[in-house]
């Protein structure tokens, strides 16, 4: 079946440091990749997708491109800020189930100043 | 245009009773999926509604049930609780067919005792 990895948290940098958080992932045909991410006490929001290879999804400071050949779709962004601090989670959606996200386990993300 | 609503957002049932979670969507939006989170099993889809009908399901005991009424609404509904059904429920609508993102609720925490 579908599944997502994700490098473990937690992760802690100083502010205005490079993030990258790696996923990669398995499934049949052609998925669409998502990132999401949640604040304490919050659900999820969705913070950039990718439906095809070599897609790139962007929002907020944050990339991340669809890479086919490596099975993979690392999230990215050049200097992260105290309020970046939250749970972030790699997500697919297969086309043969499309109303179902599966998800990794999430990586979390602490900022200091 | 008003995001995703759960009600209630906190419930403390005790083991063998019931329970009724609501969502209501995004307007405009048919499709509502519910998902599971615990800090033991990450993110599980438990089903997925759209217009009124059960389109996917997830591999959850039968005790978990859903529905969705016209005004596209839903419901799930947690029969004879047990401890191990604390958790995050939370809800999420699309606009389903080819539109594949997922706008989630804030979650209801049910904590089972």
């Known amino acids: 079946g579908d599944s997502v990895t994700q490098m473990e948290g937690p992760v802690t940098l100083s502010e205005e440091a490079f993030l990258t958080i790696n996923c990669t992932y398995t499934?049949?045909?052609?998925?669409?990749l998502f990132w999401y991410v949640q604040y304490p006490g919050e659900g999820l929001q969705l913070l950039l997708k990718?439906?095809?290879?070599?897609d790139k999804g962007s929002n907020k400071g944050f990339e991340a491109t669809y890479r086919k050949e490596t099975t993979s779709f690392h999230l990215e962004k050049g200097s992260v800020q105290v309020s970046d601090s939250a749970v972030y989670f790699c997500?697919?959606?297969?086309?043969?189930?499309?109303?179902?996200?599966?998800f990794g386990t999430g990586t979390r993300l602490q900022v200091t100043l | 245009k008003a995001g995703v609503t759960q009600t209630p957002r906190y419930l403390i049932k005790t083991r063998g009773q019931q329970v009724t979670l609501s969502c209501s969507p995004i307007?405009?939006?048919?499709?509502v999926s519910w998902y599971q989170q615990t800090p033991g099993q990450g993110l599980q889809f438990l089903f997925e509604?759209?217009?009124?009908?059960?389109?996917n399901k997830g591999n959850f005991p039968g005790r978990f049930s859903g529905r969705q009424f016209s005004n596209s609404r839903s419901e799930m509904n947690v029969s004879t609780l047990e401890l191990g059904d604390s958790a995050l429920y939370l809800c999420?609508?699309?606009?389903?067919?080819?539109?594949?993102?997922?706008?989630f609720g804030p979650g209801t925490r049910l904590t089972v005792t």
């Open positions: 999420a609508s699309s606009q389903g067919g080819s539109s594949y993102e997922q706008y």
């Open positions: 499934a049949t045909g052609y998925p669409s």
């Open positions: 990718a439906t095809k290879a070599d």
């Open positions: 997500a697919l959606i297969n086309t043969g189930t499309a109303s179902k996200l599966t």
């Open positions: 307007s405009g939006h048919r499709s």
């Open positions: 509604y759209f217009s009124e009908t059960q389109r």
